[in-house]
């Protein structure tokens, strides 16, 4: 304003009881505390609590298990049926990890995963990279006899070798 010659403070925010006192010569009341402050700043509070507490409590490992829609079962050569499955490990902290993968709830079930299990085993010992997703493929067979019914429910139980922790996740095993 001074560079143009005219009188400060004609563009400002300003409260109408400041500006009366400025009219009558007298200084303005500043108020720092006023309780929409202190609202704003509680709600501030709060947010920051819970995005604090949402970090803080994060899950930092999660297992997924995915059925193959197509085909649901594929019967094998030696009368065997086989379903194919895909396991989804979430590592969410730093370090490598292992966990053995085992199935249960179908009698006398094998499985195989591809590169990490021989033909059938019980069990697979599947690492998983910091900070990544490991992805596995996980072919889950069976006598048809042995199935009573044609769909089973079949548990995936994913152990963390460091914590010990079991992550069990439930799918169908299709059958005839």
Do not use: C
């Not at 990890?97 to 094998?110: D, H, Q, S, W």
């Not at 010992?125 to 009573?148: A, E, H, N, Q």
């Amino acid at each position: 304003m001074p560079r143009f010659g005219l009188p400060g403070n004609l563009i400002t925010y300003d409260s109408i009881a400041n500006q009366a006192a400025r009219m009558k010569g007298e200084t303005p009341r500043v108020r720092w505390l006023r309780p929409r402050t202190i609202v704003y700043a509680a709600i501030l509070l709060v947010v920051a609590a819970a995005m604090a507490a949402a970090l803080a409590l994060r899950v930092r490992t999660e297992v997924h298990v995915i059925a193959d829609r197509a085909p649901l079962f594929v019967r094998l050569s030696d009368g065997d049926v086989r379903n194919g499955y895909t396991v989804k490990i979430l590592n969410m902290e730093r370090a490598d990890k292992e966990f053995r993968l085992a199935v249960a709830g179908v009698p006398g079930a094998t499985f195989n995963v591809p590169g990490f299990t021989a033909e059938q085993a019980d069990h697979a010992v599947l690492p998983v990279k910091g900070d990544s997703i490991g992805t596995f493929r996980v072919f889950v067979r069976t006598r048809p006899d042995r199935l009573g019914a044609r769909a089973r429910d079949i548990e995936f139980a994913a152990t963390d070798s460091v914590s010990g922790r079991v992550y069990r996740r439930t799918n169908v095993f299709n059958g005839p």
